[in-house]
């Protein structure tokens, strides 16, 4: 069991003795729930399978490295001149998927401190409103749907009109039926898929001004796009005094 300020990690690994001395440091990319199989990098051979559990605070981010000596002294001297024998990293599939997880966790932090009547409300004339910003999270993550193939495309102000709801859970329900069809389509991709470039409007966030991204990338700015929305939200309840560092 590996403990700090953060984060609350769990490893559970059954190494051959045959194949890799208990002393040998052992490195993981640390990600939500991930399973996999750990091999030696200096002979090719196999561990042992691995499962690893991190059960995580506020913003704890799910590409934390760690590390940790299984089995054996975790002595820095009894480390000494031994190399690294053993690295695994989560496939680019899981790094989307807990990052997709950890942005919703910090919006689900956030819809847990309003109200339905905080919906219409705006720090000040011209802004948008919280409902405003709860439908550009979910309205540019079904543009992105349609863009990726996964629903019919629709003019972007149609779309935002579809997905103004009337109260948070609404809203709730549907962020979560959004992220089902895109998780359910991340998971039905090859390896390969999710560099493939796909051809997004040049003037997109999504696209990166270059027009064509590989399709892995246009996912992460799904992302990338709410945790900036989340990010103002955060500030309209600062300025009302709900101090975030205080959460």
Known sequence: MLE???ASVTLNAKPKATETPGNQLKT???LPSYQGEAHDIRTGGLWGPYWINVNSSRRVAGDALRSAAPGGSSNRSSQA???LSMTSIAPLRNRLKARLALVREDLEEVLGRLTDS???WAPAPGMR?????LQEIVGTEQQNLAMLGLVPKQPCDEIFQQCKRGSLQEYRDLFSETRTTLL????????DELDAPIEMPANWF?????????RGEAIRSIAQHEWYHVGQLVSYLWM???NPYKW
């Open 118 to 120: 905080d919906l219409d």
């Open 184 to 191: 359910v389509y991340l998971d039905s991709l090859p390896d």
């Open 206 to 214: 999504e696209s990166l001004k270059m027009g064509t991204v590989p």
């Open 81 to 83: 001149g031994s190399r």
């Open 240 to 242: 009302r005094g709900d």
């Open 28 to 30: 993981f990319i640390l």
């Open 129 to 133: 409103t919280v409902g405003g910003q």
């Open 4 to 6: 700090d300020a953060e």
